[in-house]
């Protein structure tokens, strides 16, 4: 064998750079179900069958390509790790070279070059396409800057693909960003004609797979009854049309707002799509701008969805790189709490939590802002280890891969970093949740109130967060307004609301 060309299960992309050179005669693809993938973390069921059921796709349009395949299926083998797996394979067949797209976990990338070191054969990295901007060019563009800023390598982005631009430097409607409006609640009727997801039919292929996951990891967290994600692309574009015609208009204004038994509002859910390489981002920002100049949806709309996809997700990554291994030790505020279990069941009665959390395990998602101020907060003002709060997030959520989830749990809702990625921790009461829903109406709690049997716990745990780390944030300029509140409480008040936040975390893993 000439080269062996490994393709990993979130890099599913017909475009990919590992097509360009193939000799059929000589060259062959690798592709592997292993246990591990599945079990590194307790992995939600719809996570695990969305990856298997995606890969097997994919293996079938690779033989209808008649390209040479060497696939191995999960119940047919024995290796717990794909650098055992890929160990054996290098083993049998001897090829003078491994060639691979740049994996998006450091793990993964960590395990599979010493698989290759360890049987002596070279590994051959190529660069991976589907991102619109590179590891390194990140790493230049952060060289010497005191703080990066997502806002500034956004609008490098906008620049070099022409996104939303005016000319070569001005964007279209004279202002960059339009966060500022897309920060609406709904009123008291709640959201109105949230338009159908899309039922997907389970073809054989996802109805073995179903079988399979539920037979092999009974116990693992999540239902799967059906799968509820895209799993070709094909799929994944019915998905995108779906957005862009009916819920892109109200995307920008309700981006984070959240109500009862809504779990995906006007949200794109294409998140596993585009991470597991079915979409292309360029293709799918593109789109959007379109809907904008020809079929008039709201600019506003349109620039804060382009927004995540070629800022957050672009910036993500690449502070991911620049600041792996090390991220994952980090715990700058000394977190030292175990994660509470009503994070595997949902069963509690702090509503937004029971809300966010049952969702999540009914389909593997929660939105941006259930994530960060509703699951995220609680857990960094309760102080979970960071360990085990990315672990869980890696878990539950179908979109999960390290790359992503990383940063976004341990940098932006966790702060362990002190302030690599967020310039102030998301630290929140249960006031901002009742602004941005109406979880509290049906909650046993009182979300402005900090003491007493009917105290919100995001409230009393806001306010023992604030004063337990009063000092580490004491020359944040912008934590000044919150701890000027602290500031205000009487001495007595402190005092019950540090007791009473001790006496919460003694109960509630009880
Ligand atoms: C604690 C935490 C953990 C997260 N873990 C993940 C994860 O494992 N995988 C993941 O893809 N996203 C993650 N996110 C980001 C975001 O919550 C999801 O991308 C989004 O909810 C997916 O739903 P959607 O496709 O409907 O997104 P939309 O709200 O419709 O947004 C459109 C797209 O923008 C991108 N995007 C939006 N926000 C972000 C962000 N902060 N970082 C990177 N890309 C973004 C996604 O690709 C998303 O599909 C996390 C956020 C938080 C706060
Ligand atoms: S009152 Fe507190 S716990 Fe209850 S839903 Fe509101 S924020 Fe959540």
């Known amino acids: 064998m000439r080269r062996l060309y490994v393709i990993l299960g979130d890099q599913l992309d017909h475009k990919s750079l590992i097509f360009d050179d193939v000799d059929k005669q000589q060259d062959c693809f690798w592709m592997a179900e292993v246990k591990e993938e599945a ?42 790790s794909l650098a055992d797996a890929l160990g054996a394979t290098i083993k049998e067949h001897n090829p003078e070279s491994i060639w691979l797209v740049r994996p998006g ?91 159908k997801t899309i039922d997907w039919e389970a073809d054989e292929i996802t109805t073995e797979v179903i079988t399979l996951v539920n037979n092999n990891y009974p116990d693992h967290p999540g239902e799967l009854e059906q799968l509820e994600w895209p799993v ?125 959390i049952k969702q999540t395990l009914k389909y593997g998602y929660a939105h941006h802002i259930q994530r960060l101020m509703v699951t995220g907060l609680f857990s960094l003002i309760y102080g979970v280890k960071p360990k085990q709060i990315h672990e869980w997030y890696l878990a539950v959520y179908v979109d999960a891969v390290e790359w992503v989830e990383l940063p976004n749990t341990l940098g932006m809702s966790q702060y362990v970093d002190n302030g690599i990625m967020a310039s102030k921790p998301y630290a929140a009461s249960g006031n901002y949740i009742n ?38 944030f004491a020359n944040n300029p912008r934590m000044g307004f919150m701890l000027k509140n602290l500031r205000r409480k009487s001495d007595e008040d402190l005092e019950q609301i540090k007791k009473q936040a001790a006496a919460f975390r003694e109960n509630t893993n009880k």
């Open 435 to 472: 602004k941005m829903s109406n979880y509290c109406k049906d909650c046993r709690y009182k979300p402005n109130e900090a003491i007493g049997d009917n105290a919100c716990p995001f409230t009393t745990l806001f306010w023992d967060f604030l004063d337990k780390h009063e000092s580490d």
């Open 39 to 80: 079990t590194h973390v307790w992995s939600h069921k719809q996570r695990i069958a969305l990856f298997l059921s995606a890969m097997r796709h994919f293996a079938e349009s690779l033989k209808q390509r008649d390209l040479p395949l060497h696939y191995l299926t999960l119940n047919d083998h024995d290796y717990s």
């Open 232 to 356: 070709t692309p094909e799929q994944a574009q019915q998905a995108l049309d779906r957005f862009l015609d009916e819920c892109l208009q109200n995307f920008g204004d309700y981006q984070d707002a959240m109500w009862t038994d809504e779990p995906f509002l006007n949200h794109s859910l294409i998140s596993s799509s585009l991470n597991l390489k079915l979409l292309h981002p360029l293709d799918v920002i593109n789109a959007a701008e379109t809907y904008h100049r020809e079929k008039g949806a709201p600019l506003a709309a349109v620039e804060g969805f382009i927004r995540q996809i070629l800022g957050w997700r672009e910036y993500v990554r690449g502070l991911y790189w620049l600041n792996m291994p090390d991220w994952l030790e980090m715990n700058g505020l000394q977190a030292s709490n175990d994660l509470p279990d009503f994070y595997w069941t949902g069963e509690t009665d702090m509503n937004c939590l029971h809300q966010s």
């Open 105 to 195: 976990d450091y793990r993964v990338f960590k395990s599979i070059a010493e698989a290759c070191e360890a049987r002596g054969v070279e590994l051959k990295q190529l660069h991976d396409q589907h991102f619109l901007s590179t590891p390194s060019e990140f790493k230049q563009w952060a060289n010497g800057k005191k703080q990066l800023r997502l806002e500034y390598w956004y609008r490098e982005l906008r620049k070099k693909y022409h996104i939303l631009m005016e000319d070569d430097k001005h964007p279209l409607g004279g202002k960059w960003n339009y966060d500022q409006s897309n920060r609406k609640s709904f009123n008291k009727d709640g959201p109105q004609n949230i338009p």
